[in-house]
């Protein structure tokens, strides 16, 4: 097989499986084809997507939906003004064994998910938004001076 051939039985298949995920999105989020498509778009090529609109849209919807379709793991978090950085990423808490010994582990947040809905954004303090903008570039966040890796696939779709 050449590599042309190769190639081209590549992207065929990737068409039909994008296809597949589309479709099945489809019998869920009805009407909304363009935005669908954006989304997947996003997530396919590696990328993070803002979508703004007034509530009730079914911006929530979708990105649940894209995430039991792919089998991904999905976690929601709603910024608003006093959410810290440590609630979305994480912290070190101490943990005592039974001989009384005291030892710090992670604990970790909400953006150890592989698709993460960042719900209303613009709510957040600087500070927050930067931590989750460190998570998305970097696909790690780092508490207490150690990096904690995120899984991949890792996309962020953001509300605002």
Do not use: W
């Not at 990328?47 to 894209?66: D, F, N, S, W, Y």
């Not at 710090?104 to 719900?119: H, K, R, T």
């Not at 500070?127 to 890796?149: N, P």
Request: hydrophobic fraction near 40%; proline fraction near 4%; charge should be negative.
């Amino acid at each position: 097989m050449t590599p042309a051939n190769n190639f081209e039985s590549q992207v065929k298949q990737f068409r039909k499986e994008y296809d597949q995920v589309y479709q099945e999105i489809s019998k869920v989020i009805v009407g909304h084809a363009n935005i669908v498509h954006g989304v997947l778009t996003c997530l396919f090529v590696g990328g993070h997507a803002l979508l703004e609109g007034v509530p009730g849209l079914g911006k929530t919807l979708l990105i649940r939906t894209l995430s039991q379709v792919l089998d991904l793991h999905f976690s929601r978090i709603q910024f608003t003004p006093d959410l810290m950085p440590s609630d979305i990423m994480g912290t070190n808490i101490i943990n005592e064994d039974a001989s009384g010994k005291r030892a710090f582990s992670f604990q970790s947040g909400p953006i150890f998910a592989q698709i993460v809905l960042a719900d209303e954004i613009n709510r957040a303090t600087p500070k927050t938004q930067s931590a989750l903008l460190e998570a998305m570039q970097e696909h790690s966040v780092t508490v207490g001076g150690v990096i904690h890796r995120l899984q991949e696939p890792f996309f962020v779709m953001a509300t605002q």
